[in-house]
């Protein structure tokens, strides 16, 4: 059983930057999926980043070279950093793990939410114009 606990959100100003923490504890299987999910009000839960146990990364359009996924696995903390950031950055967002057994098919990107049980418990990012 693996627990993720997030941090770092708050609020920013347009152009600026955050960074997300998701500290990981327990079983934590050496071959993974970390995604970053977010949730705007009124919308569903969409992927904006992902990191593989490799250290591959994957990215929605929208966040693209705005926003870089990493990881300390000495940690066990992933981390998500965010620049020039966006009013319609504004969400909740949500870190989300997977572990991938040998010869488990990757979810294809973007994951879907339902792709993963392992959530963090959200961290609110609030930008303002």
């Known amino acids: 059983q693996v627990q993720l606990v997030e941090s770092g959100g708050g609020p920013a100003q347009t152009g600026g930057s955050l960074t997300l923490s998701c500290a990981a504890s327990g079983d934590i299987y050496p071959v993974y999926l970390m995604a970053w999910f977010r949730q705007a009000t009124g919308k569903d839960r969409e992927a904006v980043a992902s990191?593989?146990?490799?250290?591959?990364?994957n990215y929605a359009d929208s966040v693209m070279g705005r926003f870089t996924a990493s990881q300390d696995r000495a940690k066990n903390t992933f981390y998500l950093r965010m620049n020039s950031l966006k009013p319609e950055d504004t969400a909740t967002y949500y870190c989300?793990?997977?572990?991938?057994?040998?010869?488990?098919?990757?979810?294809?990107?973007?994951?879907?939410?339902?792709?993963?049980?392992?959530w963090g418990q959200g961290t609110q990012v609030t930008v303002s114009s």
């Open positions: 990191i593989r146990h490799t250290g591959l990364t």
């Open positions: 989300a793990f997977k572990a991938i057994p040998e010869d488990y098919p990757w979810p294809r990107w973007p994951p879907r939410p339902l792709d993963f049980r392992t």
